[in-house]
């Protein structure tokens, strides 16, 4: 078997725990539009917030917006101005990395191992995490839905990932937290793959059909160390 060179990590719920920060931020922006005006309980705001998410995607930037015309027919400036403002106050505050990232990422750089990521968040939202918690520096690439036009799982943004890091599958190993997404599609294109149970917010009812799964992210050294991925 080739040698493992290459980790390639998934970015939200698998480096930043992504949902605790959306759920505190959205939690902060519904109390601070009630306070502006909005005339309907938090907890039925949110569900609907929720919804619009569910249906647009999580990484949709005008949620509120869309959320006061469902609600009011046009949007009350007020209310939405107020909701934007907690929120991006929130997000700062909430965005935090899983335990044991950073060590882990620097002792796997110490290793010389090639780092990317491989994201389905826009550029400009992945870029803004990653230097918001200062992991800028530690990824040789960083692959976006900008980037390839594709989410995860289709091939694209795997074989992307690869020839910009001059790697085969083989020499590359995927670290993720989605089994739909992550692993199925690295797994399609010939990549060996860590399911990530600790951010797992999309539990797959069949498994996660990854070759091996972690609890927390240090245990991936462990793994490399013994040539687990190695058979």
Request: glycine content about 6%.
């Amino acid at each position: 078997m080739p040698e493992i060179k290459a980790i390639l990590f998934d970015l939200d719920n698998t480096l930043v725990d992504f949902m605790k920060m959306k759920k505190s931020a959205v939690d902060e922006a519904v109390a601070s539009m009630i306070d502006a005006g909005l005339d309907i309980p938090g907890d039925q705001a949110k569900v609907q917030i929720w919804e619009i998410y569910d249906r647009e995607g999580i990484e949709f930037q005008e949620v509120f917006d869309r959320f006061l015309i469902d609600h009011y027919g046009t949007i009350n400036y007020k209310i939405l101005a107020s909701g934007i403002i907690a929120y991006r106050r929130a997000r700062e505050s909430a965005m935090v990395l899983y335990p044991h990232v950073k060590s882990t990422l620097l002792e796997l750089a110490r290793r010389r191992y090639r780092l990317a990521v491989i994201s389905d968040a826009p550029a400009k939202q992945a870029w803004l995490r990653l230097c918001s918690l200062g992991l800028q520096h530690f990824f040789e690439t960083v692959i976006t839905f900008d980037d390839t036009g594709e989410h995860k799982p289709h091939p694209l943004p795997f074989q992307k990932a690869l020839s910009t890091l001059n790697v085969t599958a083989g020499e590359a190993v995927m670290i993720g937290d989605w089994p739909e997404r992550d692993i199925a599609g690295a797994k399609a294109v010939g990549i060996k793959t860590i399911y990530a149970r600790y951010g797992a917010y999309h539990e797959s009812p069949s498994g996660s059909h990854a070759d091996k799964e972690i609890d927390t992210i240090s245990e991936i050294l462990d793994i490399l160390s013994n040539g687990e991925l190695d058979s």
